[in-house]
C-alpha cells in the first residue's frame, strides 16, 4: 500500500510549496498550544514547535504527517508573527539595513520512524525608511508572518539578498524536506 502524504498546516504558502512540488496530500491543522515552547534558541525552538504540531494531529498507520514551523531571529532574539501594527513597524525597524536569519523546522512522521530537522537562511535587508516601512505594513501582507514580512510578495522589495533556501524564507524548504520525503516512499508525482 502507497503512503499518504498530510500536511499538518493551515499556512497557504506551505500548501502552495507543497503543490508546486507536485505533491499530492491532505490539510490538517493542529490545535497545540504553543505558547508552552518556551525555548531560545532559535533553531531547537522551531524543532520543537514543529515536533509540538505533530503530537497534535491524529494519522494513520499508512500516512506520512508533515509539520513545520518558522521564525526569524537577529542579535540572539526570536521574531515571531506581529501581534499588531505597532509590533510589525518596529520588527521593520529593526530588521532594517541588517541581516538576519530565518529558521525553520520540519517534522516528518510516519508509523515507524520519523524525521525532525531544522533549515536556516541569512536574509540581508535594505536600509528602510519609515515612508517604505508604513507603506509595506499599509499592504497588510506583515500580519501573518514571522518577520512581519513576506519574502514572496511585497516583501520582495525590502530584502538585498539571501543566502541559503529562498524557500525556506517562504516557510518550508522544500528541497530538502523532498529529498527526506523519499525514504517514508513519499514522491511527488510530475
Excluded at 504553543?34 to 498507520?61: F, G, W
Excluded at 541569512?122 to 499592504?139: A, K, N
Aim: with cysteine; net charge negative; hydrophobic share 40%.
Amino acid at each position: 500500500m502507497m503512503n499518504a502524504l498530510v500536511l499538518g498546516s493551515g499556512s497557504p504558502r506551505r500548501k502552495e510549496l507543497l503543490e508546486l512540488a507536485g505533491y499530492r496530500f491532505e490539510v490538517r491543522t493542529s490545535e497545540a498550544d504553543e505558547s508552552v515552547i518556551t525555548e531560545k534558541d532559535p533553531e531547537i525552538l522551531v524543532k520543537k514547535l514543529a515536533e509540538v504540531k505533530a503530537d497534535h494531529i491524529e494519522t494513520d498507520n499508512n500516512e506520512i504527517l508533515v509539520t513545520a514551523d518558522t521564525v526569524v531571529s537577529i542579535d540572539g532574539e526570536v521574531l515571531g508573527k506581529p501581534e499588531s501594527k505597532e509590533e510589525a513597524i518596529e520588527t521593520l525597524r529593526l530588521l532594517s539595513g541588517r541581516s538576519h536569519a530565518v529558521h525553520t523546522g520540519v517534522m516528518i512522521r510516519g508509523s515507524e520512524s520519523y524525521d525532525l530537522f531544522a533549515a536556516r537562511t541569512e536574509v540581508d535587508f535594505l536600509e528602510l525608511t519609515e515612508t517604505d516601512i508604513l507603506r509595506y505594513i499599509d499592504t497588510g501582507d506583515s500580519f501573518d508572518k514571522a518577520g512581519s514580512y513576506g519574502i514572496q510578495t511585497k516583501g520582495a522589495l525590502l530584502v538585498k539578498g539571501i543566502k541559503g533556501d529562498y524557500y525556506n524564507v517562504v516557510g518550508l524548504p522544500i528541497a530538502c524536506l523532498a529529498r527526506k520525503l523519499v525514504s517514508f516512499n513519499i514522491f511527488p508525482s510530475w
